[in-house]
Nanobody, 124 residues
Framework: QVQLVESGGGSVQAGGSLRLSCALY????????LGWFRQAPGKEREGVAT???????TYADSVKGRFTISQDNAKTFLYLQMNSLKPEDTAMYYC??????????????????WGKGTLVTISS
């Protein structure tokens, strides 16, 4: 059974950094897509970054140059390094994964597994 567990959220001031982690329990696909998504209060869930089994990455325009998505060598963790944080980055951040597939889906509705989220709060 696949279980995704996020950690690393917290409260920091604008300009600070956080590193989110997602433990990928029971997840073992050769071809896959993993991603970070976020949802701010009163807003729709949006994609932040994705990485696929070819290590191809995508980023939302709002986080390009500030956030980096990565995996550990054992492919048991997914990370999101967040630098130069802004108040508008405040949201619940979710780790998500697909069943076996090549490439990543167009939006979050194509993801199959979800964690429960970790809260990121950025103060000005």
């Amino acid at each position: 059974q696949v279980q995704l567990v996020e950690s690393g959220g917290g409260s920091v001031q604008a300009g600070g950094s956080l590193r989110l982690s997602c433990a990928l329990y029971g997840y073992a696909y050769i071809y896959y897509c993993l991603g970070w998504f976020r949802q701010a209060p009163g807003k729709e869930r949006e994609g932040v970054a994705t990485i696929d089994s070819d290590s191809s990455t995508t980023y939302a325009d709002s986080v390009k140059g500030r956030f980096t998505i990565s995996q550990d060598n054992a492919k048991t963790f997914l990370y999101l390094q967040m630098n130069s944080l802004k108040p508008e980055d405040t949201a619940m951040y979710y780790c998500a994964a697909t069943v076996a597939r090549v490439g990543c889906p167009a939006d979050y509705s194509g993801m199959d597994y979800w964690g429960k989220g970790t809260l990121v709060t950025i103060s000005s």
